[in-house]
């Protein structure tokens, strides 16, 4: 469903992507892993939108989408969940979940509302609170659960455990494994915990130097110290 080819983009005069390609079937489980400053994040904001690509392809579904505004990809179905989340942390958690939903255009506003509050039923009790007063991890589930209203086709996760207290990480890892099994979302994600990626992905995609130098099944890596030395550096 993604075919990223030979995408360089960076910031500035400096590529941080060099003619990096990668392939996401539909309905995969993919992590994106590397050492820190690889440009993992830029890859991510490059296929979402944000980072313009100075040369190469990335192509949804066939079509390519490499000079449409993110607002466009959106509504194409690609779903982002940025690094440090994206939520509103003045507004309620009731009305950043309704921002996301007025975003994809939608007219059953509340029915979608309501549908992602049963999902999640954390976000139902905190529903008046505002986006900062929820722990953390609560406000990882509410970016999360922002991101799903959006009913996306491919769910692009960049970091999601970082800082979040494991029973929250348990969940989030176990939500995204079902999204993906029970409504075939195409998953995408970015970590630096090589446990939690190796429980929501199957394939890893190694990332060097602005390209994928390797993949692999993540089971496989799991259990390969000299590949994780040579390119996460752990
Ligand atoms: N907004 C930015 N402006 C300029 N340079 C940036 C910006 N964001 C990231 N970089 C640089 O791009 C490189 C890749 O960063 P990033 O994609 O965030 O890596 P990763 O997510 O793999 O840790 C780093 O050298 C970083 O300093
Ligand atoms: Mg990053």
Do not use: C, W
């Not at 505002?130 to 991101?147: C, D, E, H, K, T």
């Amino acid at each position: 469903m993604l075919h990223v080819e030979g995408l360089t983009a960076g910031y500035g005069a400096g590529a941080v992507l060099n003619d990096l390609s990668l392939t996401v079937e539909d309905g995969d489980r993919v992590a994106i892993l590397g050492r820190n400053g690889v440009g993992k994040t830029t890859l991510l904001r490059a296929l979402v939108g944000e980072v313009k690509a100075q040369r190469g392809q990335i192509r949804l579904d066939g079509v390519d989408v490499t000079r449409e505004p993110a607002h466009r990809r959106a509504r194409r179905g690609i779903a982002y969940v940025p690094q440090g989340r994206d939520i509103f942390p003045g507004l309620s958690v009731l009305d950043n979940l309704r921002v996301a939903v007025y975003g994809t255009g939608a007219k059953d506003v509340a029915e979608l509302v309501e549908g992602v509050m049963d999902e999640f039923p954390v976000l139902r009790e905190k529903a008046k609170l505002p986006g900062a007063g929820l722990s953390g991890g609560q406000q990882q589930i509410l970016a999360l659960a922002r991101a799903l209203v959006m009913r996306p086709r491919l769910l692009l996760l960049d970091e999601p455990s970082e800082g979040i207290q494991p029973s929250i990480v348990d969940q989030i890892a176990e939500h995204v494994r079902r999204v993906n099994e029970e409504r075939g979302i195409t998953v995408v994600i970015v970590e630096q915990n090589l446990e939690f990626a190796g429980r929501v992905a199957e394939r890893a995609v190694l990332v060097d130097k602005g390209q994928v130098v390797r993949e692999l099944a993540t089971d496989t890596l799991l259990t390969d110290r000299d590949l994780q030395h040579e390119y996460l550096g752990v």
